[in-house]
C-alpha cells in the first residue's frame, strides 16, 4: 500500500518549500551528529540531543499558533530531569581502540530485535490510524535513530582506525544510511498521521 502511495507522498513533499528546509536543517543535525560522535561518548552525545525534541515542540506551536498544554511542559520538564539524572548518573567513557568498533555477535542480536520491534509497530500501525499509527510509526523512527546512532559511532572509529577504504566497505556505513532512510519516512508518515506532539 505504501508502494503505490509513496511517489505522491515524496512529490508532494519535495514540493513544499518548508520540507526541503526542514530536510537540510536534519542533513546538517546528522553531520553535527556524526561530528560530535566521533571525538565524544555515545552515552553523552545522544542523551543531549533529545533536547531536539522540546525545541520541535515549541517551534511547531509557534508556527501553528497554539498554546502549549499543561501536560506538554510536564512531560518537558520530566524529559529534562531524566536527561539530568542520567547524565549526572552514567560517568562512563566510551571503549578505545579496535574495542570502539563494536562486537559482531551482540550488534547481530539487537539488529535482529531492533528488528523484529519495528516490524510489530509497522504491523501494527496498518491497522490503525490518527493518534495511534503516529505513536507506533514515532517508536519505529526513534528505533532507528537509535542504531542509527551506535552505527555512525562505530563507523567514525573504523574511518579513523582502519581509514576511509575499509569505512566504504563496511556494514555499519550503509546500516546509517538504511536507517536514517527508514526513519525518515516512517517520520514523514506519522508527522501526517496526527498533531506533532503525539509522534514527538
Do not use: N
Request: charged share 15%; glycine share 10%.
Amino acid at each position: 500500500a505504501l508502494a503505490h502511495r509513496l511517489p505522491r507522498l515524496l512529490a508532494t513533499m519535495i514540493a513544499s518549500p518548508w520540507w526541503l528546509a526542514g530536510l537540510v536543517f536534519d542533513l546538517g543535525a546528522i553531520g553535527f551528529q556524526v561530528f560530535a560522535l566521533r571525538y565524544g561518548d555515545l552515552s553523552v552525545v545522544q542523551p543531549v540531543l533529545t533536547v531536539s525534541l522540546l525545541i520541535s515542540l515549541v517551534l511547531s506551536h509557534l508556527l501553528e499558533r497554539t498554546r502549549i498544554r499543561k501536560t506538554e511542559v510536564a512531560y518537558g520538564l520530566l524529559l529534562i530531569a531524566g536527561l539530568v539524572v542520567f547524565l549526572a548518573s552514567s560517568g562512563s567513557l566510551g571503549p578505545h581502540g579496535e574495542e570502539s568498533i563494536g562486537a559482531k555477535v551482540p550488534g547481530i542480536i539487537l539488529s535482529v530485535l531492533a528488528g523484529t520491534a519495528v516490524l510489530i509497530c509497522l504491523g501494527y500501525a496498518r491497522r490503525v490510524d490518527g493518534r495511534r499509527r503516529a505513536r507506533a510509526l514515532a517508536v519505529v523512527t526513534a528505533i532507528m535513530y537509535v542504531a542509527m546512532a551506535g552505527l555512525i559511532k562505530s563507523s567514525t572509529r573504523i574511518a579513523d582506525l582502519r581509514g576511509w577504504e575499509s569505512l566504504l566497505t563496511s556494514w555499519q556505513l550503509w546500516g546509517v544510511v538504511g536507517c536514517a532512510l527508514g526513519a525518515m519516512l516512517a517520520q514523514q508518515v506519522a508527522y501526517g498521521a496526527a498533531p506533532l506532539a503525539q509522534s514527538l
